[in-house]
């Protein structure tokens, strides 16, 4: 039988990577031995999922057991709601650390505590968030309701990065995984990195976690995120290589000074393609974030890039979907390579 081996302490979060990637045989049992836990799989997943975490295929006799019940149907069941209407619990969720996020339908508006009191019991979370849908302003803040639980800050591990924040006041997209993922494997040695958008370190963190720039340079407006990015560069003990620097980007001083430079931003990231050029040196990569019409794919942002740059050339590397923003929408990632002209 195949099994994955991995250290005790990440034997939780890697459970559940393998979880979501579909990929446990929930016909076997996990085995504990000394340091190690040995999780059942029926197929090694793909490493963009596995990346960061210290594991190892191998092959092993598992005992078996019965089918865990799946949480939706024991949330089902005990969920305090009129039976008519359980079909509208929410079978998908965000969890972030011990905090949990769900989206709740109105008709469901009057049953939320309860509602939350059953999820939290169920998944073990000590807070519950209801999102009440999208982000707003430019820190794009979170629209979110507390109905249980006053801690909302959490520690929430991914691609071997902690990254604290208060879920109520700071987002993280889960959409944006595979993208962050990516950054955090783009070799950088030896470069100076510039993340213009660093939030609460969402690039800037794992890159200096997995990579070798020189430097990463990480620029936050919002003071909340700001002092989240300040933690969360001293939690993953990156303090040699990331300087926070909080204010608006295109406050930052210099001309040529960067290698490589991350746009995370949405939205208005055009309005800010001119200071990524003057702070990119000649031959350095820019990637750029757009939320773009699909129908104006790829010009749009190849036209915004080349507009900004004026005599500058633009050598696009390639063009990605982060994820459908909206429908008839994408949020894409366009890597260009800037040759500088004087
Ligand atoms: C929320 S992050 C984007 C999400 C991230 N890329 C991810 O992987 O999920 C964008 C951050 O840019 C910050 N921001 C907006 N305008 C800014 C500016 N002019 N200068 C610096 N930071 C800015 C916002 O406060 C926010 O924290």
């Known amino acids: 039988m195949l099994g994955v081996r991995v250290d005790r302490r990440e034997a939780e979060e890697i459970r559940r990577i393998l979880a979501s990637a579909g990929v446990i045989d929930t016909t076997r049992a996990i085995i504990e031995h000394g340091d190690c836990v040995l999780i059942p799989v029926t197929a090694i997943p793909s490493c963009r999922y596995m990346d960061g975490y210290e594991c190892e295929a191998v092959s092993q006799e598992f005992p078996s057991r019965l089918k865990r019940e799946d949480p939706i149907d024991e949330i089902r069941r005990a969920a305090n709601v009129p039976d008519d209407l359980k079909y509208l619990l929410p079978d998908k969720w965000e969890l972030l650390g011990d ?21 939290a019991k169920v998944l073990g979370v000590k807070s519950v968030l209801r999102d009440m849908g999208g982000v707003t302003g ?14 909302t800050v959490a520690v929430h591990k991914e691609n071997g990065v902690l990254f604290k924040l208060d879920v109520s006041q700071i987002m993280f997209s889960s959409g944006n995984i595979d993208e962050r993922m990516r950054a955090s494997r783009i070799a950088c040695d030896n470069e100076v990195v510039v993340d213009m958008f660093a939030g609460i370190g969402y690039f800037s963190i794992p890159i200096a976690v997995h990579q070798s720039p020189r430097r990463v340079i990480a620029c936050e407006l919002n003071p909340v995120a700001f002092a989240y990015l300040v933690e969360n560069i001293d939690l993953n003990s990156v303090r040699e290589t990331v300087e926070p620097i909080r204010g608006d980007n295109r406050n930052l001083e210099g001309e040529s000074i960067a290698d490589r430079v991350f746009m995370g931003y949405v939205k208005t990231t055009h309005e800010y393609l001119r200071t990524a050029i003057r702070l990119i040196r000649d031959g350095g990569v820019i990637h750029y974030h757009e939320t773009c019409p699909c129908e104006l794919l790829p010009d749009r942002p190849i036209c915004r890039l080349r507009s900004a740059a004026g005599d500058d050339n633009v050598e696009v590397l390639g063009v990605r979907e982060v994820k459908s923003y909206s429908p008839g929408v994408s949020h894409i990632v366009v890597d260009a390579r800037i040759l500088k002209s004087g």
Request: aromatic share 8%.
């Open 138 to 151: 430019e820190f794009r803040t979170p629209v979110m309701k507390k109905i249980l639980g006053s801690d």
């Open 99 to 119: 905090v949990l996020v769900i989206r709740i339908p109105n008709k469901l508006e009057p049953y939320e505590k309860a509602i939350a009191e059953t999820y």
